[in-house]
């Protein structure tokens, strides 16, 4: 490691907070530029005249870019940094969405997504990077608050997406205008991320990730703690309305829910793992969450099934931050290039969870489907053993809080 990029750390008075308070800030705005879209699909499917496959189609193209860029993203962070990724990324992350408005097919709205969703999934890999290297410089567990974060990003980007609609802004002016502002006020603070020698583990390390029997476990749940989260988003509102004879205007309500235990558990989530450990966390949260869903779903009632997305929303809470900060510290592979294997397969289950479950449904019902998620949780519970690392630590500074 550079002296000087230690001593900076280390001795600058507040540049560890800033740099967690920049970090922080890239996360909240990854979540809430894509979540201010989501509301205006409905409009872009009428517009395009098209049915439901052929959007389903066309909306595979975000996460599919993504997917794709993540391995890529992993060796570029291992040669330039995560500062430098994130700044590149989040520039295109910005600047891309506008191509959306102008898609006037399928074939155009998906390659709009493709390459929308390719900076998103790149900046997803550099801000989790960062947020590793700013945890070790730290000296205890702070990865649940960045991803609490997202959560609260997403949140904040719905609101402002329906905002719009409501004064008659066209997707095309909303997500210029939205790009634009991020890009003016959080580009100029990553001045304040970490340099990229301040953290050792990525210095050097230009190689593709090299899985063993840890990183392919750690990958594992990620694979499965997306899909669950895939399926609660997708498919929790039609469940409650379809099967359980829900109104519609409060079949919202089990993703509400599911979201709002899920920020709870990633607010008070590094607690937990400072207390019982990132293995013991991830275990406990998934067993809860399985069990509890499981037994919503036999029951068959509204009120237990929203308080079963509830308790399986705050359960999962702490899976996805304690396998991304853990697969960083998996011992002879580098660590960006870890992150991006993990954060691939984790977004590989987002992708194929909601289909899964609309397949399985066709054949049995939407009830016996969703077993699939509770099944999941139980076994994220018995692969959790691979969540064994706790975080390898650089020596604290004293201005670090």
């Known amino acids: 490691m550079s002296l000087s990029s230690t001593a900076v750390v280390a001795t600058e008075p507040g540049r560890l907070q800033r740099s967690r308070l920049v970090t922080s800030a890239v996360f909240v705005t ?23 496959a052929l959007l389903g189609v066309a909306l595979l193209g975000a996460p599919a870019g993504s997917v794709v860029a993540m391995i890529t ?12 990724v994130i700044r590149l990324t989040l520039t295109g992350y910005c600047l ?42 730290y000296g205890r567990s702070i990865f ?25 802004i066209s997707l095309r002016w909303h997500l210029l205008a939205m790009g634009l502002i991020i890009a003016a006020t959080v580009l100029p603070l990553t001045r ?12 050097g390390n230009h190689s593709l990730p090299r899985p063993n029997l840890t990183l392919i476990g750690l990958g594992a749940i990620a694979l499965l703690g997306l899909l669950s989260e895939g399926a609660a988003a997708d498919w929790s509102a039609v469940y409650l309305h379809d099967a359980l004879a829900l109104p519609a205007s409060a ?10 235990a899920m920020f709870t558990g990633r607010i008070i989530g590094d607690r937990i793992i400072t207390r019982i450990g990132p293995r013991n966390a991830v275990r406990a949260g998934t067993l809860i969450a399985g069990v509890a869903f ?19 929303g705050l359960g999962l809470g702490l899976v996805i931050p304690s396998i991304f900060s853990a697969s960083t510290r998996v011992p002879g592979s580098p660590p960006a290039a870890s992150l991006a294997f993990t954060t691939a397969f984790g977004w590989a289950g987002f992708v194929c969870g909601p289909p899964l ?4 449904s066709g054949l049995f019902s939407l009830t016996v489907a969703l077993g699939i998620v509770a099944t999941c949780c139980l076994l994220m519970t018995a692969l959790a053993s691979v969540v064994e690392i706790r975080p390898q630590l650089q020596q604290r500074p004293d201005n670090a809080n």
Request: one cysteine or more; proline letters at 4%; a neutral charge.
């Open 294 to 312: 499981g037994t919503a779903l036999l029951i068959g009632r509204p009120a237990t099934s929203i308080a079963g997305f509830a308790l399986l």
């Open 251 to 260: 079949a919202g309500s089990g993703y509400a829910a599911f979201a709002l």
């Open 73 to 84: 993203a992993g060796c570029l962070i291992s040669r330039w940094g995560s500062t430098a």
């Open 30 to 52: 990854h979540a809430a530029l894509f979540a201010s879209w989501t509301p205006h699909i409905p409009a872009v499917k009428a517009s395009l005249g098209t049915g439901d």
């Open 144 to 168: 649940s608050s960045f991803h609490a974060c997202w959560s609260l990003g997403g949140f904040f980007g719905t609101g402002l997406g329906a905002m719009s609609i409501a004064l008659g």
């Open 96 to 137: 891309t969405p506008v191509l959306i408005g102008f898609s006037n097919s399928v074939s155009t709205l998906f390659g709009a997504l493709f390459c929308w969703g390719a900076f998103q999934g790149s900046l997803d890999v550099a801000m989790n990077s960062q947020a590793g290297s700013v945890e070790r410089w």
């Open 357 to 360: 479950i609309g397949f399985l």
């Open 192 to 203: 304040w991320l970490l340099p990229a020698n301040a953290d050792p583990a990525n210095v």
